[in-house]
């Protein structure tokens, strides 16, 4: 069965800092990963998902990520965070196929400070 | 072009109550897929629908919790007689495809029940 691990349950930056939320996967065949934010009391949205082909990619508001195969990883990047981007980043992984076919496998969530 | 939509968002039932949880999928997609949200945890899987099927039940506690998806009409997430171990957010996700693959999954606003 796939898995999930967010590393880091909270994180604080200072507004115009760099972000990277990290994300590890655990799944014997090639996942499709997602990152989700959620504020607070909200629904979640999409930020971006990787399926193929390239390895880095792009997302709304200015979030990137990177899928790293070799390290199991799909970590989430900002070049420059904006307080607006304060709340809990979720990162998931689907699979196309088997008896988990459908279904997305989130992590614990990473809770986003943005500080002045 | 609404979204994902669930009601009622706040849902208030006291032990042994049947609580009773819609979700209305986006235009276009035929796949459903509820989610629980425990305090301070991440989502996690409850049941995965298709009209009038039920495609993967694995995350669904094996009593007490039902799910349906009919031919018209919205999704319903039904819980009888609840506990306060029941007190969540609901999340709603619909798609277009059964995969956690292309298919990706739009998520629905919740609901947030509480028992007392």
């Known amino acids: 069965a796939q898995s999930v691990t967010q590393p880091d349950i909270h994180i604080t930056v200072s507004e115009g800092a760099s972000l990277e939320l990290r994300c590890n996967y655990s799944?014997?065949?090639?996942?499709?990963l997602f990152w989700y934010v959620q504020s607070p009391g909200q629904g979640l949205q999409l930020l971006l998902k990787?399926?193929?082909?390239?390895?880095l990619v792009q997302g709304i508001k200015g979030f990137e990520a990177e899928f790293k195969r070799s390290q199991s990883s799909f970590n989430l990047r900002k070049p420059s965070v904006h307080w607006s981007d304060a709340a809990e980043y979720f990162c998931a992984v689907g699979v196309a196929g088997g008896t988990s076919y459908g279904k997305l496998t989130f992590g614990q969530g990473t809770i986003l400070t943005v500080h002045p | 072009n609404a979204g994902v939509m669930q009601n009622p968002r706040h849902l208030v039932r006291r032990r042994g109550q049947e609580a009773r949880l819609r979700c209305s999928p986006m235009?276009?997609?035929?796949?459903v897929y509820w989610y629980r949200q425990l305090p301070e945890e991440g989502l996690k899987f409850m049941v995965y629908l298709q009209k009038e099927n039920i495609i993967d039940e694995s995350g669904m506690p094996k009593e007490r919790f039902s799910a349906e998806f009919p031919k018209e009409g919205p999704s319903i997430l039904r819980i009888q007689q609840v506990v306060r171990g029941d007190s969540a957010a609901y999340f709603c996700?619909?798609?277009?495809?059964?995969?956690?693959?292309?298919?990706?999954?739009?998520f629905g606003p919740g609901t947030r029940l509480t028992v007392l």
């Open positions: 996700a619909s798609s277009k495809k059964g995969t956690g693959g292309p298919g990706e999954q739009f």
């Open positions: 799944y014997g065949a090639t996942p499709y």
């Open positions: 235009k276009g997609h035929s796949h």
């Open positions: 990787y399926f193929s082909g390239d390895t």
